[in-house]
């Protein structure tokens, strides 16, 4: 481990969620969270306590199965329900404390104004990616929900209408995702351009499409 390594964990905050010690990205301070903020922290770590629910009900499959010899025929749908519902709701909190896995060898490589351009373009597309995904998936989240989707397995739990519901965690990406734009641009034209775009992702989302 190299000296310049050891001096940057030195100067690391030990908390949920800090940064990695390499890296120079800082977090946004608690004071400076918007309401969206404020949503996505909480909400991420919330669901954290999802895995450990899932833990707990494969342990007891597997205890189930094995020891009792009386596989359960809810514990796979459950866990993977419980799963799926704490990666997509914690899309807000990973984008805000922007932690996405992500290649950036490229990015280390360029100088600070460039990599300003390059999370901007990125968090640009992201959000154009995620309204052309949302302005499909919630057609077909309401059509789940309105039939009570199961799943048809011994279960036959609603499970597909629930996966289809936590959309709901896309929102929140979105939101966050429009929330670290705003946060990164600087000039107040591009800033008012942003919250005249947010309000009309408000508008048509409300209004269901």
């Known amino acids: 481990m190299t000296q310049s390594y050891q001096d940057h964990v030195a100067q690391t905050e030990t908390a949920l969620g800090t940064q990695n010690p390499t890296d120079d990205h800082t977090d946004v301070a608690r004071v400076q969270y918007s309401p969206v903020d404020h949503f996505s922290h909480v909400t991420g770590i919330a669901v954290s306590v999802f895995y450990i629910v899932a833990a707990l009900a494969t342990l007891y499959e597997v205890f189930s199965r094995y020891v009792m010899n009386a596989p359960t025929y809810w514990a796979f749908e459950t866990v993977m329900m419980i799963c799926a519902a704490a990666w997509m709701l914690s899309a807000g909190y990973i984008t805000l404390k922007q932690r996405h896995i992500a290649i950036t060898v490229i990015h280390s490589l360029t100088t600070p104004r460039q990599q300003w351009m390059l999370d901007a373009f990125a968090m640009i597309v992201g959000i154009f990616a995620l309204y052309m995904l949302l302005s499909d998936a919630t057609i077909r989240s309401y059509d789940s929900i309105i039939r009570v989707e199961k799943s048809g397995s011994a279960f036959n739990s609603p499970m597909p209408m629930m996966m289809k519901t936590l959309m709901v965690g896309a ?20 800033k008012t351009a942003i919250k005249i775009i947010a309000a009309y992702f408000v508008l048509y989302f409300t209004a269901g499409c």
């Open 171 to 190: 929102f929140m990406y979105l939101a966050q995702l429009v929330v670290n734009l705003h946060r990164h641009v600087t000039s107040a034209w591009a």
